[in-house]
């Protein structure tokens, strides 16, 4: 729904209006003894809201001085006090003596307007408009043609508005007409992304673009919006909806490349390095969040990242710098994923496998039923030797959910010819 011209919006506007209107009299003229303190009162009433009294008072500040622009003060708390009829009146009364007033003809359009007198209205405001050619007497046309549910004309005459000064809450207005009004979307899109090249793309414009984009289900339209209001102002809330419509549409590598270059979100970064297997890139990045943090979990994943670089491969001197890094996050928190990575580690590379599965029964306090977790304690009974035990455990896991891990299959391969093999040699 259109929302027409508030009452006191217009009236603001048009406050300026009236103090640059020419008068007989010059302002700053003191024409009656007592005028300094009538407009103490006049303006102490209109801050009080008592606009009854504020027009009195202007009203005689009207009669002892003849300056006009106190008859258009007291006329427009005439209307902030809703006296319609009186306006008109009192419009009517003073443009008989005088030629077509343009702020008078404002004024009395508004009254027209607020009381619905919509024939009337339109009639005095295209007259308005024609003699002035001000965008505001445009606005103010095509208000009253919308509120008519003539939206054709009210086009019309935000677009002559939008010509004069490419006033983009005009742009606006006129975009909403076009494409809820009217259903043409297309032309509505278009007037606003014109602007948006031509002009920038303001919060305003950007965030109607977004919410036809969106309305459209049209997901680069949107996405290209986004990524313009985000240039335009660095907030979180775009950068998360930036974040939200790459990840619908699956474009994981663009979205690094927006994380990388705007650094608004390292750690949904962190975490698409790790799903994308960019382990070195991981590591760093953790690092540099443990470096300017402190948090301990960001020196738990650096660690892991950085063995999971080359894995099973890693060279010992990095392996042992990983260890290192693990017992000290394992001694500040007992988090099961890093106790189970340390024992892991030092079960896989033969570095004090026992102590290794102490870490890993630790982990399994923590997560008794966890696949990888249990996997990890029958490697480490394997690498002992004891293979019947090992098989126990390995057995157990395929039963969970999880079991089917191609790493875990791999290690149950083993373990059998190991039990395969040592009942082999008790044979003998």
């Known amino acids: 729904m259109i929302k027409v011209i508030s009452l006191i919006t217009l009236l603001l506007t048009l406050s300026s209006c009236i103090l640059n209107t020419p008068h007989p009299v010059v302002s700053n003229e003191k024409t009656f003894e007592l005028e300094d303190m009538y407009i103490v009162f006049a303006l102490r009433a209109e801050q009080l809201h008592d606009y009854k009294t504020a027009s009195n008072f202007f009203n005689i500040l009207y009669q002892k001085s003849k300056k006009k622009e106190y008859f258009y003060r007291s006329i427009q708390n005439d209307l902030l006090a809703k006296k319609y009829n009186k306006v008109i009146q009192r419009v009517d009364t003073l443009s008989k003596d005088t030629v077509f007033d343009v702020t008078l003809a404002r004024f009395k359009v508004i009254a027209l307007f607020e009381q619905n007198r919509l024939d009337e209205a339109i009639k005095l405001s295209v007259v308005l408009a024609a003699k002035t050619k001000i965008p505001n007497d445009y606005l103010l046309t095509s208000d009253i043609y919308t509120k008519r549910k003539e939206f054709d004309l009210a086009v019309r005459y935000l677009e002559s508005a939008y010509e004069k000064e490419h006033n983009e809450k005009i742009l606006d207005k006129m975009s909403i007409i076009l494409y809820i009004n009217l259903d043409k979307k297309k032309e509505a899109i278009a007037y606003l992304e014109t602007h948006s ?189 004891q293979c019947k035990k090992a098989k126990q455990i390995i057995t157990k896991v395929l039963t969970l959910e999880g079991g089917d891990d191609p790493e875990v299959l791999g290690h149950k391969k083993i373990i059998d010819r190991c039990v395969k093999i040592q009942k082999g040699e008790k044979r003998k």
């Not at 979205?255 to 949904?268: A, K, Q, R, Y």
């Not at 953790?286 to 990242?305: C, T």
């Not at 290192?324 to 394992?330: A, F, G, M, R, T």
């Not at 496998?353 to 306090?365: C, I, N, R, T």
């Open 197 to 385: 090249r031509m002009m920038g793309c303001s919060e305003l414009i950007c965030h109607r673009l977004a919410a036809f984009y969106s309305n459209d289900n049209n997901v680069e339209g949107l996405l290209s919006t986004y990524l313009r209001l985000y240039k335009y102002k660095k907030d979180e809330s775009i950068a998360k909806k930036i974040i939200q419509t790459y990840t619908y549409k699956g474009d994981y590598l663009s979205l690094i490349s927006f994380l990388e270059e705007s650094g608004s979100d390292d750690e949904v970064l962190l975490q698409l390095y790790v799903f994308l297997k960019k382990y070195e890139k991981a590591y760093k990045l953790a690092d540099k969040l443990y470096e300017e943090s402190g948090d301990i979990n960001y020196l738990g994943q650096s660690a892991i990242y950085e063995y999971e670089i080359n894995g099973v491969h890693t060279i010992q001197k990095v392996v042992q710098k990983v260890i290192e890094k693990l017992k000290h996050v394992v001694v500040m928190k007992k988090d099961a994923k890093y106790l189970n990575y340390l024992g892991y580690i030092m079960i896989e590379h033969d570095i004090d496998v026992e102590d290794g599965l102490h870490f890993v029964d630790d982990a399994l306090v923590i997560k008794p039923e966890s696949v990888y977790y249990l996997d990890s304690r029958a490697w480490g009974y394997y690498k002992l030797g």
